[in-house]
């Protein structure tokens, strides 16, 4: 079983920044892609940024440029940092990780539980 775990959200005035984390923990399993999507209240799940194994990145054009997503493999580790934050990025961003059980070779996708980010003006 695969678990991810958040942290780094919190208050922050609008031009700060903040770095979330999300580490995944279990065994049997390797991950391909991680990322972090985000829900504003009374609006639908977004992709944020995501990046691969290999280190391949895709960002939403709302945070591009503004926004770095980095992973560390060996610590089945994501990080999101985030600059030059604006209101509109208030939302509870989650973790996700896609990739196989090695045991089985089955998909595997998981989310984290999320954690509140409040830009103020």
């Known amino acids: 079983q695969v678990q991810l775990v958040e942290s780094g959200g919190g208050l922050v005035q609008a031009g700060g920044s903040l770095r979330l984390s999300c580490a995944a923990s279990?065994?049997?399993?390797?991950?391909?892609?991680m990322g972090w999507y985000r829900q504003a209240p009374g609006k639908q799940r977004e992709l944020v940024a995501v990046i691969t194994s290999g280190g391949s990145t895709n960002y939403a054009d709302s945070v591009a440029g503004r926004f770095t997503i980095s992973r560390d493999n060996a610590k089945n580790t994501v990080y999101l940092q985030m600059n030059s934050l604006k209101p509109e990025d208030t939302a509870v961003y989650y973790c996700?990780?896609?990739?196989?059980?090695?045991?089985?070779?089955?998909?595997?996708?998981?989310w984290g539980r999320g954690t509140l980010v409040t830009v103020s003006s």
């Open positions: 279990g065994s049997r399993f390797r991950l391909n892609v």
């Open positions: 996700n990780a896609r990739g196989v059980v090695t045991t089985s070779y089955s998909n595997l996708e998981v």
